[in-house]
């Protein structure tokens, strides 16, 4: 549409139905979004392979397939966070290609071939069991951007000889993702014995003066490692989706 | 320069140098910026009359000095905000036909005429002897924007029969400011009275609970008036800005 | 009443019942409500048009029915907020030519012929879906109050350039309401695109570090847009109200 | 039994069997209780007339029921505060003789003739219809502790005329509860009218911003008024108790 | 003037030039805060023997001086707070009958002859050596207003038996005011004591989680006490104030 | 497993399959886990006597039965915290010689002979009735860490006599776990009466500024007794912990 | 005195000139500090050895100087903490034999032997080089209280093999004092290591989101480790002092 | 010297002095330095290139000075952060070679030959003029850590289309740095437009309810733009630090 009120125009300049000025005038005339549109969007491209992603919390199962219905007709891959079991089974009874994570509480429905895109390995690393919603939900989606991913659970810092046995694996990980909930300690643990980027994820886990999250968040931003940045309490998929930006080759 | 890349290239287009296709194509590939730009500045126009504005606070003399010259070239009208009266005379030595107000800590320059463009009075009201200052920017700003500006000061809940002394003129304002610090209840009790918008600026002034202006705040946000809007903690010249469009008739 | 006593008063006076000092006397003496209700007033017929509000949350539906057949009797428009759709159904039962709007969570009974009182459009502009019931609760209150309203919602500032398709809508309307949770970034946004006033209301929308709309709250009150004022969270109503305020031309 | 102690001591030393000396060693050695007990608990008679309370919240009728007969054998007043209407029923049926007040969520059974101590009026003031049921439990509180007690509803500081139209009332309490949510600041505006003590009563009533009380109490903390003292959000109890000490004279 | 004006009104109904109906619609019509003003201000009266107080915070000497003088003309009572030693000398040269407090940084200047107004004693109770000086404000703001006034100082919980060998000081006063920072403890212990009304007054005396004072703020609203209510952080004047009305016999 | 690399290397380095360089290089070459496990675990036996303790919250009777069965084969002693009585029912049916403690809502799984291994005794004072079951947690589990354990429960400061008649036990015991939630006052009282390490627990009992627990939480910290040291909110077993680590005698 | 109103008391009974129900009134009746203080001060012999202690902040060195004369005369040995060293050169002036701890900022006058008292090592552990004057006022402190007293500083959790290395030194210790900023993590990982109880102390080194130490605060208050106890932020002679009472036999 | 220990230990195995089992056991009884510290430090190595980093606050010249002068020797890069001009001056005497960087407040010294080591541009982007000391600090670390740097500053949310020009140059680059006070908006619409990692720095600029940078902090935890993450208030040090390593190719 856009396209072709811009033809229409430049026909008409051609033709010298229109002058240069008057051209120039109705440029700036056209609405934005004609123009605008066209220039804007020249990333999707860039984003391409990355699954659309419906945030499952507050909508009902219906909705959730309604939305998956429209994505899969443009074949796109689709992850569904944040979606209960109950939920789950509703949506898997309309795409029984559909897998569902039950520790990560989400749905993937993959069309592409799902190549490996990244780089290095995404290392999820979480503190205690119950932390483990959280680092899943990173895990799933670091896997459904394309990228290899292993997880170290249950390596808390007030047993940090369990975390040394996993060394190897820390320091050979392209990118880190550290889940932890009480404290939030571990990222700076972590963050000292590697040379790579941790991105740091504080849960709601915990009571009392956890706050629902803002001590391990508070920890975290104050962390006395340099290579830590933070996402929101409880944002497994955000944490898996900008390791997985950082573990991709820029321009392969 | 950005219209000179358009002409060029719609000259092109008419004398048949460059397809039509290749036009819209190119004009996509223009830098953003040499379209976006024309396009996007139509409301600069709109706020003529309106005052360039600097933020005094952490800026020395000298550098306040250099950005009102280059404003004073393009014929601007300038409002100085937060400078100090010593910071303030070193200005008015190099732009003698500059104003001090000392109350509301600002410079004005007023090089247009001046002429009243808002409809109503702008009214500020202000609680105790302490919130002057905020409230006299809040005034200087809404005068240099070009409205009849009346004030009413001292006029605290706790005497609630010394703002009922002023009742006629708060009904009869266009536009109402609100300044008050400690517990904010000011605007509430304004706003009950008046038909009219009210736009309440919460002071830092107080101790213990006032918490810097946070208690004040809170109190506005949950005004049990309904024509209350609230800015930041002391923010006069905001109230005074916002209040001066509402004040604007729209056409005229 | 009041009248009542205030003519015997004076009637005593005029037949020389009551010295003139007696009559001050007792004029200080008589009940204050007695004059000050007659004297207070005089606002009232300014709001006319203004509906009714009647705050639903809390209220079963019997409590409803029973205060809007008393505004009914009055021949009031009538706007019930924060209704869910379950008790909104017994509530038509009893009046059936009511509306409910299920997006908004409101119920209107509009007694009056709605004439537009407004002089411009009223803009109600939001960031996601989940911020869509306190936008609609703008929208009908401000509708009510005899305000042309349109709405822009799905524009959330991580995708500027589908706001940016809607300028020239946001460039014409008189007064913006724009409304967002999480990062609460779009009044800033607008407001830097239009020179109108702008009511930003945050919304409770988001998790963990959104702490129920503080956050978008704050970012408000400090937007660097200096036409951006702020009603408390989730405050859908007062924001359509105050924007009728701004919208209605003061005399005419 | 302490006296049992200090008895056979003296005693002793009065025959000759304890020496002077070793009297003083043993009734330092004499466990603390058993003198201290003697002691300490001369104020209770002072507090005759007050009734036993019991804070209904998170007991079940039969726990209720249980204390309430150990107390009712004592031949105290009893009030229970915050009891559910569902409780309270099952509880009536055990005591047929007490009340339920359904508006104060409190059960009465007064088992005294109910004289009054006090020496004046204790006004129970409130701003919104939420705020009734903290007013209540004030209310019921003060009656039972032997006040006259009388209540002005729905006077927000928003139509400050429908304070106004009480202000006989108001000044002549002999103290006053202010009871209100939202913004908070009808203490200020009622302590500004009379001349006695004020103990005002943040709620929980709001939403948003109003952080579960916590902005009213904020805001009463900072009130302009110097005549106000705060208690805790919801506390009405409270209130009604300090306002009953304040209003009992002292001596008589 | 408004005596005035309401004069020649009902003059002219008395002599026949007004007609009742026009006298009626004059009374509405007469500025409010004419009739407003002479009834609202019945209770200043009442507060007759209270000290005029000037806040000293944030005002030099020359300010302090210049308020002083317009009020010793009117032969008022008057009490400075808040004013630095430094500032006080040259108060005191100005007027050289008045008295500096060093410890509660406050002046005096009776010239009333101060009688005893108040029915029993007034007992401000502090913990720490740093509370003293809200403590000593409290005292003189009391004793200012009339009060006999008695000081218990460092009597801090951890040593309890400290503030036991006062008991009988304790629960002879007719009022009390606790202050303290801290945990703010104090005034549930002296609440348990005692069955007359405590006024507290949290200090910002402490370090790290005393958040200047809102710890023993908190503490003190959570007083499992009843008989407790609350004021400001080092608002010293505010508990005296309150105090004395309470103290005060209300027919007088 | 690493027991076995090690003798394969030393073997090797014997029998002169491998040269001391290689050795050291194969050494630092192992997988860190198998040397730093067999050096880190060295406290193990150091805990021995303590139970395993599951954390029952969030968790469903299945998962408990599970955990609780793998410990039992290892014949250690096993404590379950915060574990509901429906639950709890179902995991004694599978534990019969298990038993249930309602108050602290905790199973206790005794293999041992139980030995007491503490010096003194750990006595837990709580204020009031509502935070006992924090303090039965704690007293639980310091019973099951070998601690001879004696409470006082409900013994607020409001009613500081009653405190006073328990100083003999209060003195005599060898730590103190200290619970209380409202202002969260006891501690310091205690604190100041005793010479021994007082463990503060502050709980989520209260309403309105209670903030769950904050406010006794700052108050602990900040107290004026200084030998309190505080845990999380409601964390009785934590406590209850630590107080077993205080009282157990080094060596012994 | 209180001793000789006993003796006098007992005397007359003795001698027959009291009854022995008298004698009971008159104990009763004598004011309770003549008795009380004689009972209540049992403890104090229990705390000798103990240094007595002066809170340098907002004292001058003069009266520093004062409180120590009246201590020196008593014997006691004498602690001041958070005295800079600009007055501590004057008080060292007065008391020679005195001694000035810079980095403590501590002034220590050992006038006993200073004979070690307590069983085992106390080991003060350090996160950053900033933490070290808090770690240091807490290492004075244990010192004089008769301990045994090593440090290990500079280790931070994000260099944990730094920590480790002093993992023998840890372990041997008897009580841990752990003094980190920022996110406070290195209290858990110390817990973690040891089987002895650790007082960690949170400082307000750090910026941004540290606030104040609130951040280190509450990442120990929610320490994975349960041998963990958290005293006030920077408060270093508190953690010294418990540490000390822990490390200090029962009853030797 | 841990290597000689070793050496010795496997020589007397190996010469048959000491048997396999001893071995075993002796390297376990072997401090834990001794190994570990070879064991761990193996990532060093791959720092390589990466600057020594002095955190200049709170440090004198001369220590600052002193600090240098070892790392000099060891041939290290250093930068020095938070160094104030007049300090930097002194330093600068003292290594001639030094260079520093007024608006980023920093001192680099280069010793290696700077070659750069990141694959794509770091683009460092700031909403004001009160911002760019952050992110001039964010630039010279990224700078000194071997990346190629480009800077767009003064580019808030208010002037979108300011932002808009630069698209391109957003568009290429490989990891972004966004640095923002006030609202923090500007990483959520920088963050929409591009497809790399975002790192957001909330800054301190503001004032109310600024809160010192929380603000902007929370705005961008809540960012609706999934490839931002965030590290503490003001820490342009960090923003440059992680971004350099994300930036860094894994394996080259």
């Known amino acids: 549409m856009n396209q072709k009120k811009l033809e229409e125009l430049l026909h008409a300049i051609r033709k010298g139905q229109l002058s240069v000025q008057e051209g120039i005038h109705r440029l ?70 559909a897998r569902y994570h039950p520790r990560a509480r989400a749905i993937t429905l993959q069309i592409s071939e799902g190549e490996v895109k990244g780089k290095g390995v995404i290392l999820v690393v979480s503190a205690g069991t119950s ?16 990228n ?15 975390l040394l046995t996993h060394r190897e694996k820390l320091m050979e990980a392209g990118v880190l993702i550290v889940v932890a909930g009480m404290e939030g300690a571990l990222p700076s643990v972590v963050g000292g014995l590697v040379a790579r980027p941790v991105i740091a994820v504080p849960t709601s886990v ?38 997985s930006l950082i573990n991709r080759s820029q321009e392969g």
């Open 28 to 97: 700036r005339g056209l609405p934005f979004e004609d123009i605008g549109e066209a220039m804007i969007d020249h990333h999707r491209p860039l984003r391409k392979g990355f699954p659309e992603v419906i945030f499952g919390e507050g909508k009902d199962a219906e909705q959730v397939i309604t939305i998956m219905e429209r994505m899969a007709e443009a074949q796109d891959d689709i992850l569904v966070t944040r979606i209960e079991e109950e939920k789950a089974k509703a949506v898997l009874q309309r795409f029984p290609q």
């Open 131 to 146: 932390d483990i919603p959280v680092a899943e939900e990173a895990a799933v989606t670091a896997t459904m951007m394309g």
């Open 148 to 162: 290899r991913v292993e997880t170290i659970y249950d390596v808390g810092v007030s047993g940090v000889h369990r």
């Open 206 to 243: 915990g009571y009392g003066t956890s706050f629902g999250g803002l001590t391990p968040l508070l920890a975290m931003l104050n962390s006395c490692a340099s290579n830590v940045a933070v996402v929101n309490i409880d944002n497994g998929f955000g944490a898996g989706y900008i390791a």
